[in-house]
């Protein structure tokens, strides 16, 4: 007796990945059976979301990028920035895309044992890699662009505020 492919069995996640992104006001490009691109609106700039489907292992990767290349000479403090940030995340970590000098969130979704992902797994790794790209984009931008230390931009974007002025 012959078996099908364990692909054709089991549910793409990014089939329904398309539906729950629909409900996050995203562009949603879809490539092909294996990947999918997802833009959007964040309070400090637009992130562009891609997602891939690795079946052979039963993973769905899912990287956010920021709106910010990072130039040459200031990789070694992002680099730095980087270890600082990854120490107080629980899930995912940001990474920098040398080719690129894109700064990423990245984090993979494990499926094996289960047919599909849920509508709430998805709904998760949108929210969570939204919320840490809004809270540390800050510590980015400051390193970047405002010249501050690693230590001192993650300090800045960690204060709280009350209110708005």
Not at 50 to 72: G, Q
Not at 86 to 110: K, Q, S
Not at 118 to 128: A, G
């Amino acid at each position: 007796m012959e078996l099908e492919p364990l692909e054709d069995l089991e549910a793409n996640p990014l089939d329904l990945m398309e539906e729950v992104a629909s409900g996050y006001d995203c562009r949603i490009d879809r490539s092909g059976p294996r990947d999918l691109a997802l833009g959007m609106e964040g309070h400090w700039c637009s992130y562009r979301v891609f997602l891939t489907w690795h079946p052979d292992v039963r993973a769905l990767l899912h990287a956010c990028a920021f709106e910010l290349r990072v130039p040459e000479n200031r990789r070694a403090e992002v680099a730095e920035l980087l270890a600082i940030v990854n120490e107080r995340l629980i899930i995912g970590h940001f990474d920098l895309w040398l080719d690129d000098g894109l700064v990423v969130f990245r984090h993979a979704l494990m499926l094996r044992g289960v047919s599909s992902a849920s509508v709430e797994q998805l709904e998760d790794l949108m929210d969570i890699s939204h919320s840490e790209c809004e809270r540390f984009y800050p510590a980015f931008h400051l390193v970047i662009w405002g010249g501050k230390s690693p230590a001192g931009a993650v300090e800045a974007a960690m204060l709280e505020t009350c209110g708005e002025a």
